[in-house]
Every structure is written in structure tokens, then in C-alpha cells.
């Protein structure tokens, strides 16, 4: 506990009335009247009214020139921007010439088609009984000239001749020659001189006609006369006629679509 305090010692209180004698140092701790009657503003010195009116006028075309060069840039880019009716129309058209293209590569895909199959069926495939007949006689177009006599031409523009791409037989007789004329006014001509007559080349029989495995199977029904199988793959056609031809003795030849001539 504290000491009692003495009676008659005023305490410290924040209100208590100002002393109304001066003291030694009054003079030094009061403050000034000229300074209590000063205000803040009057401490500062004054600006002059042309200084201030100056950098008004260069802040203002500073922000007019700023708000000018945004706006123009808003102006550009509002400008190339695509509207919706711009980019339905440029969608449009890309489809449109997407569509053209696709046409195009579909159109040059079919003549491509159209240009194998007649390529094809360019190839003219001799069925025979020993190797009398191998592609380099093909090549060369004795056999071809055997088969025309005197209407064969000078020359025969055969773009490849070579035995049937499949392994050797297992009975032993040789695979198939098939050669390609580019001419298909020969290839007729060929195949109509060999209808009635049969072939007998290097005293051997020969078979000779249209390559089976390039033609579709309809095709191929139609041209045999004996009765087919159910279901006629190509690969069951030159093996059909090799079987009749064994049976009968005699070669087959395939004359037109309509069927075929002994």
C-alpha cells in the first residue's frame, strides 16, 4: 500500500487552472504570438499564378494526347476485327473449297481406278503343258506371231512379260506366262485368231487367255461353260480350267464375256 498522502498537497490533475505567475522560463517554453496567429497555409510561400497556370496547360495536353492515341488504337482494332457475318462467310467458304479439293482427288482416284483395271486386264495369260513357252518368248512375240501368221505386226509393244507370281506347281508343270500389251486393238486380234484354232507351240499345247485373277468373278461365272462352283474366287479360276483341260484333252480358251470356246 502507498503512503497517505498529506492533506493540504493538491495531486496532479489535467485540470487544473493555469498559474497566473510568470516564471523565469515562461519566456522560453510559450510559444510566440506570431507564430499562434500564423496558419498553415501562410508558412508556404506562394506560388505565382502564371507557374501554376502553365502546368495545368501541359498536364491537360499530355492527357489529350494520351485519350487521342487510345482511341485511335480502339479505332484499329474495332476496324480489323471479324464481325459474325464475316467469319460465317469465310467459313463457308473454306468448306466450299475444302468440298472442290475432295471432288477433285475423288475424281483423279477413280480415273487412277478406271487406269489400273484397264491395265489389267491388258494381260493375256497362257495356260501350257511343259516350258515351250517362258516370258522371254513372250517378250519377244513368237508366240504371238505363231498364233497371227501372216496379219503379225513388226513388233509388239509389250510392256512386261513373266511367269504367274506364285510358288512352282507340285504336279510339275510350269506356271502360267502372263504378258501385258499396251495395245488392246493386238490383245483382240490375238485372242481372235486363237478362238478356232488350237495352239500347238514348240509342239506343245498351249491355253492362252485373259488373266482370271484381273477380272471379278461374275465375269468370270459367265465365261466358263462348264458349271461352276457355288462361290468362284479368282484364285479357283485358271485351276478350273486346268482341270478341264486335263479331263477333255484339250485346251480352253476364253473368247468373250458371253462365254468361252473349245
Not at 463457308?92 to 475432295?102: D, K, T, V, Y
Not at 499345247?205 to 485373277?213: G, K, N, Q, T, Y
Amino acid at each position: 500500500m502507498g503512503k497517505p498522502r498529506r492533506q493540504g498537497t493538491p495531486g496532479p490533475s489535467g485540470n487544473s487552472p493555469p498559474r497566473k505567475y510568470a516564471g523565469p522560463m515562461d519566456d522560453f517554453l510559450s510559444t510566440p504570438d506570431s507564430l499562434r496567429t500564423m496558419r498553415p497555409a501562410d508558412k508556404m510561400a506562394a506560388a505565382s499564378p502564371s507557374a501554376e497556370s502553365g502546368a495545368d496547360s501541359e498536364l491537360g495536353s499530355a492527357r489529350g494526347e494520351a485519350l487521342s492515341h487510345i482511341t485511335a488504337e480502339l479505332a484499329s482494332i474495332s476496324a480489323n476485327m471479324l464481325t459474325k457475318n464475316d467469319k460465317t462467310n469465310l467459313v463457308m467458304e473454306l468448306r466450299a473449297a475444302i468440298r472442290e479439293e475432295i471432288m477433285a482427288v475423288r475424281k483423279d482416284l477413280t480415273a487412277l481406278e478406271d487406269r489400273v483395271t484397264e491395265l489389267e486386264r491388258e494381260n493375256l495369260q497362257a495356260l501350257q503343258h511343259s516350258q515351250a513357252a517362258d516370258h522371254a518368248t513372250a517378250r519377244q512375240g513368237s508366240l504371238f506371231t505363231h498364233i497371227l501368221g501372216e496379219e503379225a505386226p513388226d513388233e509388239y509393244n509389250i510392256e512386261r512379260a513373266h511367269r504367274a507370281l506364285r510358288p512352282p506347281r507340285r504336279d510339275g508343270l510350269p506356271r502360267d506366262v502372263i504378258c501385258c500389251l499396251l495395245s488392246f486393238q493386238l490383245k483382240d486380234a490375238i485372242m481372235r485368231a486363237a478362238r478356232p484354232q488350237r495352239i500347238i507351240f514348240q509342239d506343245s499345247p498351249i491355253s492362252l487367255f485373259l488373266r482370271a485373277l484381273d477380272l471379278p468373278p461374275v465375269t468370270i461365272r459367265n465365261w466358263i461353260l462348264d458349271q461352276p462352283p457355288p462361290r468362284l474366287d479368282h484364285p479357283e479360276a485358271p485351276q478350273l480350267l486346268r482341270t478341264q483341260a486335263q479331263k477333255e484333252a484339250q485346251p480352253v480358251r476364253w473368247g468373250g464375256p458371253h462365254g468361252s470356246e473349245e
